[in-house]
Each structure stands twice: as structure tokens, then as C-alpha cells.
């Protein structure tokens, strides 16, 4: 519906509803069936570094195993040409996915070295996707680093990739910059497209019989979202008109994403829901932001973006610190009467 449509990245959707980087994404016929449902772009899995790294050279370690004890090992030992590596997989599920697609298709790369990011960067626009989603997934737990030093680590990697690249890039980030709009708007001059606010830091457990450190996934709640709105509200002004915005991390209905929408997003993305759901929460979710639309007259997205971002709210400081008062006076303590008292 055109009073849907909004633009992404330079990418023109037929609504702001974005199927997230999921392992149901990953599969060519599971994308096209959220495209069926309503999704308006698909974000990829993905492509880690590590992944890469670690994958091959295990291949490599397992081939070798043995070659220099028999002979006869010799005959067996597969030809180089015939093996795919973990990079040639997800170029060739980017090149099958496009195939199936008619909305824009996003890729995602997570790296670790300086050449990683360029050199993958370039071969997945190769492939045929539409634009390019950096993963920025790091946590700062080298004391010699500083936050300064960091950050412009992060710059500098946004920088190259931007000039190896002629689709698009957006940047996905973590809240955990010390000046957090600043460093934002950093990377936008940095050449990113866009960015994409939040990323969720998965939190590692501990097994106490084993004692051994757990990786676990939570998918995320509704209340997440209170932490992209808040810094897409506070960010829209300062990057209007030169990056997107996706909100991302806690979308699960329509009236989140009119929330998405009113502080300033151009999408908003879902993963969690739908893995909860199934593709068919796209079609559940595009109607209920079409009833709330309609019940507060907006005409379109259009009109809708932005309507309550840190520029536009009648009380702006309400992202700000006055709203951390405000939430301690709200609450109020129950009625807890003592022992024997007559109940109300």
C-alpha cells in the first residue's frame, strides 16, 4: 500500500516492516515465504570472520591427517577444487536468496581483521546484494584500549568498507559507546548509510556443577525497545536527510512499530516475533499498524515519521534525565495492610 512505503537506505520499500538477521533469513524458501507475508527487505545471517576461519583450517587440519604416513593416503585425498569453504556457502545462499526475492535483499558481516571487512564486504556486493549490513560486535575487554582508541578503530573500519563498496552500508551498533550520539553521527560521517539501533550483546552464562561458561539465547521482549527508541529519538534530528534509521531489538507488534516509526525510524526490524510466530506475524503486524493509523489519522508513514523525536516532542527532555525523576515519583508503594486488618 503506497501510504505504507518509505525508503531505506536509498532502497525504496512498500513498507516499513524489515525481517531481521535470523537463521529462518538464512534459508532461500523461508525468506521468500516472509516476503509473501509482508516483509519489505530481508536482512542475512551473518558472515563471520571467525567462522572462516576456524571452519577451514579444521578442514584443512582433518585432510592432512594421516598424508604423511601411507602412501597410499596420497590416492584419497580429495582435490581442493571440488571443496566449498564456509565463505563460497554464504555467497552462493546470497546468490540463491536474491533469486527468490523481489524485495531488496541485505547481507550482514561480522569481522575480526582489518582486510576481513573489505575483502568480504566486496565479494558479497559481487554476489547481488542490495546493500550491506557491518555488524559492529565487540566488547572492550582489553584494559589497554581506550574508548577513544576504540571508536576510532570503528571509524576507520566503516571508512574502508564505504570506499571498497558502491551499495549502500548500514551500521548496526551496540549502546555501549561512551558518547553514544556522537560516536553515531561519527560513523554516518564515516560514510555509512545508515545505522541500525541496537544490537544485543548476548550475555554468557555460567554451568556451576560444570563450571564452565554457557552460551545462551534469549530472544529478546517487548521492553527492549524502550533503549533504540529513546537513542533514535535523540539521534533523527542530527542525521535527518543524511542516514536512515532502523529500529531493531523488541519489535513484536504494529504499535511498535508506530513507535518505531513516531521517534524517527525508517524501519523497523523483527527477528524474535517471528521466531516466536512463524512468517504469517508479518501479515498480523502490517495490520495492526494499519488500524493504528487509521484510529490516529495518519495518512501515511510519511506523515507519521518523526512526530515524536527529541526536535519534535513537547518535552524533549523526556529522553533525557528529567524522565529518570519522573519514573521514580510514578511509582507507588501497594496497599499492604498488617496482620488481622480487615481486608477493602
Known amino acids: 500500500m503506497d501510504r505504507l512505503r518509505t525508503t531505506y537506505l536509498g532502497l525504496n520499500l512498500h513498507s516499513p516492516i524489515v525481517a531481521s538477521a535470523s537463521p529462518l533469513t538464512g534459508v532461500p524458501a523461508k525468506a521468500a515465504r516472509m516476503q509473501e507475508c509482508g516483509a519489505a527487505a530481508i536482512v542475512l545471517p551473518s558472515l563471520f570472520e571467525e567462522e572462516i576461519l576456524y571452519r577451514d583450517a579444521d578442514l584443512l587440519m582433518a585432510l592432512e591427517q594421516g598424508s604423511e604416513h601411507f602412501a597410499e593416503a596420497l590416492d584419497y585425498f580429495p582435490s581442493f577444487a571440488t571443496l566449498e569453504s564456509t565463505a563460497e556457502r554464504y555467497l552462493k545462499n546470497v546468490q540463491e536468496t536474491k533469486r527468490h526475492l523481489d524485495v531488496p535483499l541485505i547481507a550482514s558481516l561480522n569481522a575480526v581483521s582489518e582486510g576481513g571487512w573489505t575483502h568480504y564486504a566486496k565479494l ?152 516466536r510466530h512463524g512468517p504469517e506475524h508479518f501479515t498480523q503486524v502490517e495490520r495492526e499498524l494499519l488500524e493504528w493509523m487509521d484510529a490516529n489519522e495518519y495518512e501515511s508513514v510519511t506523515q507519521l515519521r518523526g512526530s515524536v523525536s527529541y526536535s519534535t516532542a513537547d518535552d524533549p527532555s523526556a529522553f533525557e534525565r528529567a524522565s529518570y525523576r519522573s519514573m521514580l515519583h510514578s511509582w507507588t508503594t501497594p496497599d499492604v495492610r498488617s496482620p488481622g486488618s480487615p481486608s477493602a
Not at 549490513?133 to 582508541?149: C, M, Q, T
Not at 560514510?191 to 544485543?200: E, I, P, Q
Request: charged content about 20%.
Open 124 to 275: 558479497i556486493q559481487d554476489a547481488g546484494a542490495d546493500a550491506l549490513e557491518l555488524n559492529l560486535y565487540r566488547v572492550a575487554a582489553d584494559p589497554k584500549l581506550s574508548g577513544a582508541e576504540l571508536e576510532a578503530r570503528d571509524r576507520a573500519i566503516v571508512a574502508s568498507v564505504t570506499q571498497t563498496l558502491s551499495i549502500p552500508l548500514a551500521v548496526k551498533l551496540s549502546p555501549y559507546y561512551s558518547a553514544f550520539a556522537h560516536f553515531a553521527c561519527g560513523i554516518v560521517d564515516a560514510g555509512a548509510a545508515g545505522l541500525v539501533l541496537m544490537n544485543r550483546f548476548y550475555q554468557p552464562d555460567i554451568d556451576a556443577d560444570t563450571r564452565e561458561v554457557k552460551a545462551t539465547i534469549e530472544l529478546s521482549h517487548e521492553w527492549e525497545l524502550r533503549l533504540p527508541l529513546r537513542w533514535t529519538a535523540i539521534v533523527r534530528p542530527h542525521l535527518a536527510g543524511r542516514a536512515s534509521l532502523a529500529v531493531s531489538s523488541g519489535v513484536q507488534t504494529g504499535i511498535d512499530v508506530a513507535k518505531a516509526l513516531l521517534v524517527g525510524a525508517d524501519v523497523a526490524m523483527m527477528t524474535s516475533a517471528i521466531l
